[in-house]
């Protein structure tokens, strides 16, 4: 069974820019949640999508944003880039919202902000 | 607010050593409690989700209880080998993670 795939693995951009990331969960997984990872803030919470709805948010400015397909893949889009979001941005997946089943990560996308 | 603390920081044993890593959180009133290892340009691998009404899980060499009451969970791994260097995360639910404890284990 593939687990969560990212892509890119790795982004260059300059400030100003927008950048959509790909994230495509473990087939058959229907929730998908979205996190940036800093040295600094560690592991902070973007968003989660279920049933191509937004269930939860974090505390991220409007810049992010979300979607979800019928096939459960998911794209983040942050636009108007600024130096603070070079980060790892990692996608996870659980078969249903609330699920107590454990979440699976992809590798993550590092993204560097010039 | 749920706050996830983890302590220590960074922890550095030889070989063949027994060893508790420790999450702390703030509100009881969780779902669940999972443990993740990282290792470096990585994504986060499951080691051990524990329900809200269990007390621990075991797989292998780990072993992670949790205390609700006291708002404590530990992973334990026994017989530490190199292969186990990682930074260790445990995350209450979906949305608050602690910074990590950087384990190293020399041979």
């Known amino acids: 069974k593939a687990g969560v795939t990212q892509t890119p693995r790795y982004l260059i951009k300059t400030r100003g820019q927008q950048v959509t990331l790909s994230c495509s969960p473990i087939s058959g997984h229907r929730s998908v949640s979205w996190y940036q990872q800093t040295p600094g803030q560690g592991l902070q919470f973007l968003f989660e999508?279920?049933?191509?709805?937004?269930?939860n948010k974090g505390n991220f400015p409007g810049r992010f944003s979300g979607r979800q397909f019928s096939n459960s893949r998911s794209e983040m889009n942050v636009s108007t880039l600024e130096l603070g979001d070079s980060a790892l941005y990692l996608c996870?997946?659980?078969?249903?919202?609330?699920?107590?089943?454990?979440?699976?990560f992809g590798d993550g996308t590092r993204l560097s902000i010039l | 607010k749920q706050e996830v603390t983890q302590i220590p920081a960074a922890l550095s044993v030889p070989e063949g050593e027994n060893l508790v890593l420790n999450c702390s959180f703030t509100?009881?009133?969780?779902?669940?409690l999972q443990w993740f290892r990282q290792d470096p340009g990585k994504g986060l691998t499951s080691l051990l989700l524990i329900q809200s009404s269990q007390r621990e899980q075991t797989s292998g060499r780990l072993n992670a209880s949790l205390d609700k009451s006291s708002g404590r969970s530990t992973l334990y791994i026994a017989a530490s080998q190199p292969g186990d260097s990682a930074t260790y995360l445990c995350a209450v639910g979906k949305l608050i993670f602690g910074q990590g404890t950087e384990l190293s284990v020399k041979p």
């Open positions: 996870a997946s659980s078969l249903r919202l609330n699920s107590n089943q454990p979440q699976h």
């Open positions: 999508y279920f049933s191509e709805t937004q269930r």
């Open positions: 509100d009881s009133a969780i779902y669940n």
